[in-house]
């Protein structure tokens, strides 16, 4: 089905993926007599299992084409004159989206990291292809994967703090490997996505993504530090982190062992270097005593007394 | 003075035009809303009592000896407490701390001893103007929070910004109990604090 041109007049895209569904309605109805001018089977537009609507954000099961233009149509709250008003299932775009993506990640090792997969995606969790709307490039599937990925690795650091056998800089080193672990098994198409990544108009969101990473595994491990450091040690942490990943692109071995021990090394360079700018920081305010008390020396020795 | 608060105003309600925000996805959910907005509250927070302590420091460091030393120790002491809350609700909030922190450091430390030197009249109308200013920062910020944000789950936040903004008010009397309106050009100084501060606000929400 090819795309059909709408209008952005400034309306949100789910007005938009509305549209197109009112449009292609007369499409689908005639697909769904095509064979013979005999109905291929009743499809029945209210599924059985709908549930009232409560409101905000409820995640529903997808269901058909026509099920989810009735949904969208409640969702942007036009008037709808049928029954199905009070028993249509809600889902929110953004859950849609989601869902959407998650069964994408299947498709990328075939497809990679591109509106294809996403498209794949579509088809697979059965929704109408006009749900593509929803989506600009391939780079929406590599920041939910971000996203997916960092929120597992906080799930896992909160995990690891409750049990409490490994503590501090372990801790930290144990939920990078985590994270990149779960990098690994796309690590064929990764590159593609680092390199969609660095696409001006994506590099904005993939800035965000990688200090909310570096921020989560911060704060995953308690870090309290309210100034300039929290800053350095996020960025410090980014750059060891992303080293880490480009390493994998190369990477031959098994499993890509070498890159979890790559990571482990560049951690504890960064460690021992952390404690070399502490006692730097340290050194700072010292420095400036014996600022002072030079310039004190100074002037001692040059006035004429 | 008049002047700074209707440009402020425009600037704030250009709500619409977020470019940064367009170049992402979607209109964020209400919870992302809530988070950005406790995460900008808690920066321009922490920098602002930062600023507050390191003002006061700056007029104790001239004004230590004199007799109104003691009403400027008592106020920096409840600053020192007022920053050392906002840095417990960092972690907790997961909020990001200004990057400008050092130049609100130096700032405020140049305003404090800058007035102070112009005499303990001139560093009390300081202290009026800039808690008039932080005490309808408060007041803004509660309303933002009463609209927006969970009054159950960050009812802390909520009350902690009240008690700050009482003790704020009360340093804004005691500054003008203290003749803070025989300062000299009270009038120009205190409209140039206030612009100021707003300025400071604005940046630090943002940077």
């Not at chain 2, 203290?178 to 120009?188: H, I, L, R, T, V």
Request: aromatic share 8%; hydrophobic share 35%; charged share 25%.
């Amino acid at each position: 089905m090819e795309r059909l041109l709408t209008l952005r007049v400034g309306t949100s895209r789910l007005n938009r993926a509305v549209n197109l569904c009112q449009l292609n309605s007369n499409k689908l109805t005639f697909e769904r007599y095509a064979t013979n001018g005999q109905p291929k089977e009743t499809i029945d537009p209210l599924p059985k299992n709908t549930m009232k609507l409560t409101g905000s954000e409820n995640v529903r099961p997808v269901y058909g084409a026509l099920a989810s233009a009735a949904e969208t149509k409640k969702d942007t709250n036009t008037s709808d004159k049928t029954s199905a008003n009070q028993d249509v299932p809600f889902q929110s775009e953004s859950d849609l989206r989601d869902n959407v993506l998650r069964e994408s990640l299947k498709f990328v090792e075939e497809l990679g990291w591109t509106i294809d997969a996403i498209r794949a995606g579509i088809r697979a969790s059965n929704q109408s292809s006009t749900i593509e709307g929803l989506f600009s490039s391939g780079y929406d599937l590599v920041e939910y994967f971000q996203r997916d990925a960092n929120s597992k690795m906080s799930a896992y650091m909160k995990e690891q703090m409750k049990k409490g056998e490994i503590q501090g800089t372990r801790l930290l080193i144990d939920s990078l490997k985590y994270r990149l672990g779960l990098v690994i098994p796309y690590a064929s198409t990764w590159g593609q996505a680092m390199a969609q990544g660095a696409l001006p108009q994506n590099s904005m969101r993939s800035w965000k993504s990688i200090l909310e990473f570096s921020s989560e595994a911060w704060y995953g491990i308690g870090d309290t530090s309210t100034d300039i450091n929290w800053y350095t040690k996020r960025l410090v942490l980014a750059t060891v982190y992303k080293s880490a990943e480009v390493y994998m692109l190369q990477d031959q071995s098994q499993e890509k062992l070498d890159t979890m021990d790559f990571l482990e090394r560049r951690l504890h360079d960064f460690q021992t270097l952390g404690s070399l700018r502490n006692t730097m920081s340290k050194s700072l305010s010292d420095t400036a005593q014996i600022t002072s008390g030079i310039f004190s020396v100074i002037r001692n020795l040059t006035s004429r007394r | 003075m008049i002047t700074s608060r209707l440009l402020l105003r425009e600037i704030s309600r250009s709500k619409s035009t977020r470019f940064l925000s367009s170049l992402t996805s979607f209109e964020p959910k209400p919870e992302q809303r809530t988070r950005e907005l406790i995460d900008k509250i808690i920066r321009v927070d922490q920098a602002g009592e930062l600023a507050a302590d390191r003002i006061y420091a700056g007029q104790m460091a001239v004004l230590g000896r004199t007799d109104v030393g003691p009403t400027i120790q008592h106020m920096w002491d409840e600053e020192k407490a007022h920053l050392a809350k906002f840095n417990e609700l960092i972690p907790k909030y997961k909020a990001r701390p200004s990057i400008l922190l050092p130049l609100w450091n130096v700032a405020g430390f140049a305003l404090g001893a800058g007035t102070a030197l112009l005499g303990k009249e001139a560093a009390m109308a300081c202290t009026v103007a800039v808690e008039a200013v932080i005490g309808e920062h408060y007041n803004n910020q509660l309303r933002d929070l009463m609209e927006h944000a969970d009054q159950t789950k960050d009812k802390d936040l909520i009350e902690t910004i009240k008690k700050f903004r009482d003790d704020e008010n009360q340093h804004h009397d005691t500054g003008l109990a203290n003749n803070a309106e025989q300062a000299p050009f009270y009038q120009g100084l205190t409209s140039a604090i206030k612009m100021g501060c707003r300025l400071g606000i604005y940046v630090a929400e943002r940077i």
